[in-house]
């Protein structure tokens, strides 16, 4: 047994959470933590030796394991230089601290003007969290913080460090020495590995870190808290993965459900003109290539196919039963697919736990319990469950039945339908599987994570999520499989009023933004604001290639591009180079100096209308070495009239999509367009210069801001796996 064992054993006795500071300091000082060295005095004698002892000037703070808040008390005296002081601080803070006092805390003052925080706490969905950032009476009113899923190591911390607003701190402070980066580092591992240890300990805080005038880095005043619990959680334990067996079986039945043979609906309905057709009804008008088997026991037919009146009247088992009957009646039927030996279920119907309601939450749990026990493999209860195009799977009213190489998990059947429909008709991109799956009964995102990682017909993977059950889970399996499918996912829940929202939609509980930024950061994955900007961001991988850097030369000309470039390119942290003078003199040489400005971007109207020239100029920032990327921003509304009925858009499209790919050598390249004015008979060109490029593996955009922040994340993505 340790000497942390044993605190805590006592304190557990004692009946209290908190360690006093002198008891916070030796536990971290174990953990690699530099602190102030301290000693309890319980008379005015032993507090002049040991402040004599250290030397002056010292602090003198109140002791006792009830002692909380003490700066507010009046239990903290700073800055004593002499015996006289020592003893009226410890006569004041004996008399204001009454019954709780047990002492007074020793220590030398340190002098610094640089306070820091750092700290460790529990969330409930990815476990231990180290946290670093500006300190002192700044920490609440600037939160100027930076938090990570531990275990971290030495580069993640160093990181921590580098992203925090007031870095600059830590640098050379008016007269100050720079702070020793090393002690900090090692207080940020220090904090992860107590949090990986030490289940039992809830929360730590250390506020104020003093960096003193020699760039030391000092624990001046810290805080441990136990958990209120004695047996800690399992979802604690680091890299906690699933179970061989377990996520074998679970992808095997997904395997079978996104390839059914055969699908049984029960609740299936005759349709109704004008209404929903329902998840029999869609199904079968989407062309399902298996067997499909209605299962109403008052109807013996629906829409010129035989029905059953339940699952034991069928053939026999089937690959998939959807339930689409009213949420009190799911029970019955479940219990019915484990008698019939029915364990692939998609539970449709939805009044459970995401009411939030006491009889919905109930009776979740007992379609749970029914589940567990009988082996069955759920999805929802509350989705629209599996959109497989190549199976001629859906369950609403209309999809594409093109087959592509982008799934989809998303806890939201509506956000399912709406980003399948959105990035195939905006974007020309197909899917392999769209799943959506509800309040996750049995089966949830990670599940469905780890299927999709397996699966050869998916290169990317995008995610709306809500909540998780298990985030360390999710963060393993984010990381790994990122590395070699890109990771999209739109999280939201992140504000407080969005936390409400998907509470009131799914009873999930949604971590807060810094903890999920935190995740991204760490894993890899792609982070989005939106459905439109997961398609964007889902375009850029699918056509762009690979991205090498964030260096970007814009083409264009007209309205004000010089300016709107930049903001844009400044908002999004995407590097827009000045182009050399040698560059420019070539250029120069291409473009007359006349309405053309040839810095970055360049504004050049003569290369759209003159394509050999842009083809040229291309060709020579491209072999320049200077850029990583094109942006070619093409003004519909200037160049309609180009030829009669506006058909030079159609032309510069084909020429960007031919010879215009060729002279980047290489280089990713995205086209964005422009259009204002109200002209209908310009519009028409839209889709025929969008097809023509995107048919070519170009990506298209509407106006640059769009194109802008798909390259940033597109490009953050490959530099994550650089540096890895």
């Given at each position: 047994m340790t000497g942390t064992d044993r605190l805590i054993m006592r304190m557990r006795k004692e009946g209290r959470l908190s360690m006093t500071e002198s008891e916070s300091r030796k536990l971290l000082s174990r953990y690699g933590v530099p602190v102030v060295e301290d000693r309890v005095a319980v008379n005015e004698k032993e507090a002049v030796a040991y402040a004599q002892k250290i030397g002056f000037p010292v602090v003198a703070k109140g002791h006792g394991a009830n002692l909380l808040h003490k700066t507010e008390r009046g239990l903290v005296k700073t800055d004593l230089k002499s015996a006289g002081e020592i003893r009226e601080a410890f006569r004041v803070i004996k008399a204001l601290a009454g019954d709780d006092w047990e002492g007074c805390l020793i220590s030398p003052f340190i002098h610094g003007r640089r306070e820091l925080v750092a700290g460790l706490f529990r969330d409930a969905q990815f476990g231990p969290m180290v946290m670093f950032g500006l300190g002192g009476i700044f920490t609440e009113v600037l939160a100027d913080t930076v938090f990570r899923i531990a275990p971290i190591n030495e580069a993640e911390a160093r990181r921590m460090i580098k992203e925090i607003s007031s870095r600059k701190l830590l640098g050379d402070f008016r007269g100050e020495a720079p702070a020793n980066i090393d002690q900090l580092v090692n207080v940020l591992l220090g904090l992860a590995k107590l949090g990986i240890e030490r289940p039992d300990i809830r929360e730590v805080d250390i506020n104020p870190l003093m960096v003193t005038p020699k760039g030391k880095v000092v624990a001046v005043d810290a805080l441990v808290v136990l958990d209120e619990r004695k047996v800690p959680r399992a979802v604690e334990k680091p890299g906690k993965s699933l179970s061989q067996k377990r996520s074998a079986g679970i992808r095997a039945a997904l395997d079978v459900m996104t390839h059914a043979k055969s699908v049984a609906v029960v609740?299936?309905?005759?349709?109704?003109?004008?209404?929903?057709?329902?998840?029999?009804?869609?199904?079968?008008?989407?062309?399902?290539?298996?067997?499909?088997?209605?299962?109403?026991?008052?109807?013996?037919?629906?829409?010129?196919?035989?029905?059953?009146?339940?699952?034991?009247?069928?053939?026999?088992p089937v690959d998939l039963v959807i339930i689409s009957v009213p949420g009190h009646r799911v029970p019955d039927i479940l219990r019915e697919c484990v008698a019939t030996g029915n364990r692939n279920i998609h539970i449709f119907s939805s009044g459970f736990k995401e009411t939030g309601e006491e009889d919905g939450i109930r009776l979740q749990q007992e379609i749970e319990t029914i589940a567990v026990e009988g082996g069955l493999r759920v999805i929802g209860p509350n989705c629209m469950g599996f959109y497989i195009p190549r199976m001629r799977m859906l369950t609403w009213e209309n999809a594409s039945t093109e087959n592509g190489p982008v799934s989809l998990i998303s806890q939201s059947g509506g956000n399912a339908q709406d980003f399948s429909n959105y990035l195939t008709d905006q974007y020309k991109i197909y899917f392999s599987k769209s799943i959506s799956y509800g309040n996750a009964l049995t089966v949830d995102s990670t599940d469905l994570l780890d299927y999709l990682a397996h699966d050869e017909e998916t290169r990317i993977i995008t995610m709306y999520?809500?909540?998780?059950?298990?985030?360390?889970?999710?963060?393993?399996?984010?990381?790994?499989?990122?590395?070699?499918?890109?990771?999209?996912?739109?999280?939201?829940?992140?504000?407080?009023?969005?936390?409400?929202?998907?509470?009131?939609?799914?009873?999930?509980?949604?971590?807060?933004?810094?903890?999920?930024?935190?995740?991204?950061?760490?894993?890899?994955?792609?982070?989005?604001?939106?459905?439109?900007?997961?398609?964007?961001?889902?375009?850029?991988?699918?056509?762009?290639?690979?991205?090498?850097?964030?260096?970007?030369?814009?083409?264009?000309?007209?309205?004000?591009?010089?300016?709107?470039?930049?903001?844009?390119?400044?908002?999004?942290?995407l590097e827009l180079p000045a182009l050399s003078a040698r560059l420019m003199r070539e250029l120069r040489k291409l473009i007359p100096p006349a309405g053309a400005m040839i810095r970055n971007p360049i504004d050049a109207a003569v290369?759209?209308?003159?394509?050999?020239?842009?083809?040229?100029?291309?060709?020579?920032?491209?072999?320049?070495?200077?850029?990583?990327?094109?942006?070619?921003?093409?003004?519909?509304?200037?160049?309609?009239?180009?030829?009669?009925?506006?058909?030079?858009?159609?032309?510069?499209?084909?020429?960007?999509?031919?010879?215009?790919?060729?002279?980047?050598?290489?280089?990713?390249?995205?086209?964005?367009?422009?259009?204002?004015?109200?002209?209908?008979?310009?519009?028409?060109?839209?889709?025929?210069?969008?097809n023509i490029l995107m048919s070519s593996g170009i990506p298209v955009y509407e106006g640059l801001p769009r194109a802008v922040r798909a390259l940033v994340k597109t490009a953050k993505y490959y530099e994550y796996h650089k540096d890895k």
């Open positions: 609740g299936a309905s005759s349709p109704s003109e004008g209404g929903f057709s329902g998840m029999f009804g869609c199904m079968k008008n989407f062309g399902y290539r298996g067997k499909l088997y209605p299962v109403n026991p008052r109807l013996q037919e629906i829409d010129g196919v035989k029905a059953y009146p339940n699952l034991s009247a069928l053939p026999g999520l809500e909540g998780v059950k298990d985030g360390r889970l999710l963060l393993d399996l984010v990381t790994r499989i990122n590395r070699k499918k890109p990771v999209i996912i739109y999280k939201s829940g992140l504000t407080e009023s969005g936390a409400r929202a998907v509470a009131s939609h799914t009873g999930s509980l949604a971590g807060g933004e810094k903890i999920w930024n935190a995740f991204f950061r760490q894993s890899g994955a792609v982070s989005v604001e939106s459905l439109e900007e997961m398609a964007d961001v889902t375009q850029a991988f699918h056509r762009l290639g690979k991205v090498r850097g964030r260096k970007t030369a814009v083409l264009g000309f007209g309205g004000g591009i010089g300016v709107s470039v930049a903001d844009n390119c400044a908002q999004a942290n290369a759209f209308v003159r394509l050999t020239l842009m083809g040229e100029v291309m060709e020579l920032v491209a072999r320049s070495g200077e850029i990583d990327n094109f942006i070619i921003s093409v003004p519909f509304d200037w160049l309609f009239k180009k030829e009669p009925g506006g058909a030079y858009l159609k032309t510069i499209a084909s020429y960007l999509a031919g010879e215009g790919q060729k002279r980047v050598c290489g280089k990713p390249m995205m086209v964005v367009w422009r259009q204002y004015e109200a002209s209908e008979e310009t519009r028409r060109w839209i889709p025929v210069f969008t």
